[in-house]
């Protein structure tokens, strides 16, 4: 049930850009995209609703492809700030309602 | 944006005894909430969804009668540990969602900040 998130970490420069990619086995109803910080509890950043739909958080955007099962977060001009652990989560049918889990994790470390 | 409190943040217990975790959403009602499970270094892992009024949905390979979850309003959910282990030292986190119970998955979730448990 657990989405697979690649790559497991990446470290960047600042003013880098990155990409996260989020795949599931099973079919999606919505994606969402969360950062945690060390010892924090999960940051909501924004959700994906549509086969195809593209969102944007600053300099943070995100795309969904329904048909394939996968989403991918983009950053853009990477702040020091991005620093932490992005999680995707995907929620889709289940027998017993929409269940919500969260992917692998990916390790983001913006340097200057 | 919507605000969701957990008590206690940290709790360090003897093996054996038993914990209650209490998650609040202070500002909205919330019809569904999550309880994951974070060991270090990995992701959360779901443990059980609940909707106010009716018993929870336990993930698999997650034992009901060790970890009580009780939705008994729509401001608070608790999860109690009973009988801890070391093996259950943890980090616990809750998230509440609005929206129609046990459905629409767009709604987001909002976090507590955690609650550290040590089973010594």
């Known amino acids: 049930q657990q989405p697979v998130q690649s790559p497991q970490a990446v470290i960047l420069r600042e003013g880098e850009d990155a990409v996260i990619n989020c795949s599931s086995s099973k079919a999606l109803y919505s994606v969402h995209w969360y950062r945690q910080k060390h010892g924090e509890a999960p940051v909501f950043l924004m959700i994906l609703l549509k086969g195809g739909e593209q969102k944007g958080h600053e300099k943070i955007s995100a795309s969904f492809n329904e048909k394939k099962q996968q989403s991918s977060l983009y950053l853009t001009a990477s702040q020091l700030s991005y620093s932490g652990t992005y999680f995707c989560?995907?929620?889709?049918?289940?027998?017993?309602?929409?269940?919500?889990?969260f992917g692998t994790g990916t390790s983001l470390t913006v340097i200057p | 944006g919507a605000v969701v409190s957990q008590h206690p943040s940290r709790v360090i217990c003897k093996s054996g005894t038993s914990v209650k975790i209490e998650c609040r959403s202070l500002d909205f009602q919330a019809t569904t909430m999550f309880w994951y499970r974070q060991f270090p270094k990995q992701s959360l892992m779901l443990m059980a969804t609940s909707n106010e009024g009716s018993k929870a949905t336990y993930e698999q390979g997650v034992e009901k009668d060790k970890f009580l979850i009780n939705h008994a309003s729509l401001t608070l959910s608790t999860l109690t540990v009973t009988s801890a282990h070391p093996e259950d030292s943890s980090f616990y986190i809750c998230?509440?969602?609005?929206?129609?119970?046990?459905?629409?998955?767009?709604?987001?979730?909002?976090f507590g900040p955690g609650t550290r448990l040590t089973v010594t």
């Open positions: 989560g995907t929620a889709g049918p289940t027998n017993t309602g929409n269940q919500f889990y």
């Open positions: 998230s509440a969602r609005e929206g129609l119970a046990g459905g629409l998955s767009s709604y987001e979730q909002y």
